[in-house]
């Protein structure tokens, strides 16, 4: 099989800081962690989640380069909470988020859904955003005001479905309420359901209509910082489940209902509250 190379032709209508984050994401992903991949050893860390060397060498490389192209501080799923807080805190300015390998678990076994995330924030808002999947050779990115992008050219989604019960639905179970969850096993809304357990592709896949609805109890910062943006910039949209503002719930532990077509939207989030 011919090797992908890790350069493209630069991407049409985007800024030059966007090309210049993707280049460096790029990069990262073939230094750092493809060559790690199903070769990699893994622990846990207090909260249970995995992290490996390919994590912790994919953060610093990032995080070096980044603030190459813009020196603001560097919030890491990899850094420990106190450090993170501290540097939200201290972040009203700028701020790069990264989460060098949504999706570890998968990385680890084998499964080909992960990805690199990475956001530029200030004042709590994503300004930037790219998502990369290193497997798939995909490129999510977006700018606030300028559009959605796949791989350089603007992000046109699949006409949505007409309704609810023939969409496909990405749905995490994790922190949602018992109620909810017993709902969705006996009764779902929807035609069929997904969970391939990587944040940061799932909104995009919400983006670009790969799913159609999309549902999860609680996301961190890295989580959704990109995603989030790579939705709304493609004309997506999105709440928490107890909060019409998404913008508004609890950075570290945030819900998510969402989907492209606002009609599919209402319906979806409706259905959900209804369940509460």
Known sequence: ???????????????????????AVRLVAAEEIMPRYLKVAHQRKSDGSLCTEADVAAQTALAKKLQAILNVPVLGEEMPADEQHAVWQSGDDGLWCIDPIDGTSNFVRGLPYFAVSVALLRKGKSLLGVVYD???????AAESG????????????????GTLDQALASVDLKHLSTKLVAQLASHPP???????GA????????????????????????????????????????????NDDFAQDDIWQRSVIAASDK??????????????
């Open 146 to 161: 300028k559009g959605a992008f796949l791989n350089g050219e603007k992000l046109v989604g699949r006409e949505a479905v």
């Open 263 to 276: 009609k599919l939207f209402d319906e979806w989030k409706n259905w959900i509250r209804a369940q509460q």
């Open 190 to 196: 929807y035609c069929s359901q997904r969970n391939f």
């Open 199 to 242: 944040s940061a592709l799932d909104w995009c896949y919400t983006a670009a209509g790969r799913y159609d609805v999309y549902l999860h109890g609680g996301q961190k910062l890295w989580d959704y910082a990109a995603g989030t943006l790579i939705l709304s910039e493609s004309g997506g949209h999105a709440c928490c489940i107890k």
């Open 1 to 23: 099989m011919e090797k992908r190379s890790v350069t493209q032709a630069a991407p049409r209508g985007m800024s030059a800081m966007l090309k210049a984050v993707i280049a």
């Open 134 to 140: 290193p497997v798939a050779d995909e490129v999510f």
